[in-house]
């Protein structure tokens, strides 16, 4: 017995653990309440225009900031290519107009109670993109909770 030599044994494969990077947990809603009582009891409830108003003023905000970058970024731009920059400011002045054109669509498809756009163009993709980021601004002055009402009407609808 004592003679015996013993292999080392294969190394058996593990079992992995999965980890899932979430962006919400259970009650994140509450991380920044201060016990005080919520605005208006909790009542959050806003009128849809709410949701226009500020995802124009979203657009607008990304619009002014893609154009300062342009801006500021054309001089470098051109040293590469001196048509760099009248690329850019083109492609800018067409996506502005594409995405003016689809909010304008959406709001009157809102308004007259009927889709003028297909569904992936009305309720997916630069829907609940622009969604996002309205949130996303309107959080920044605190009325994070009345837009996202008023967007989640105007995606039901």
């Known amino acids: 017995m004592g003679d015996e030599v013993t292999e080392p044994m294969a190394e058996l494969p593990r079992v992995q653990l999965i980890h899932i990077d979430v962006d919400r947990r259970l009650g994140h809603e509450w991380d920044r309440w201060d016990g005080k009582p919520l605005p208006n009891q909790g009542d959050f409830d806003s009128s849809p225009r709410l949701f226009f108003a500020w995802s124009a003023l979203t657009l607008a905000a990304g ?47 809102y308004r007259l109670n009927r889709p003028l756009l297909p569904e992936r163009l009305a309720e997916r993709g630069p829907f609940l993109r622009l969604m996002r980021f309205t949130s996303g601004l309107a959080d920044r002055f605190g009325r994070r909770d009345w837009v996202e009402n008023a967007a989640v009407k105007v995606y039901n609808a």
């Open 63 to 109: 619009g002014i900031l893609s154009a300062f970058l342009i801006y500021i970024l054309s001089p470098r731009l051109a040293l590469v290519h001196r048509a760099i920059p009248d690329v850019l400011w083109t492609g800018w002045a067409a996506g502005g107009v594409l995405l003016g054109g689809w909010w304008v669509l959406m709001a009157l498809g």
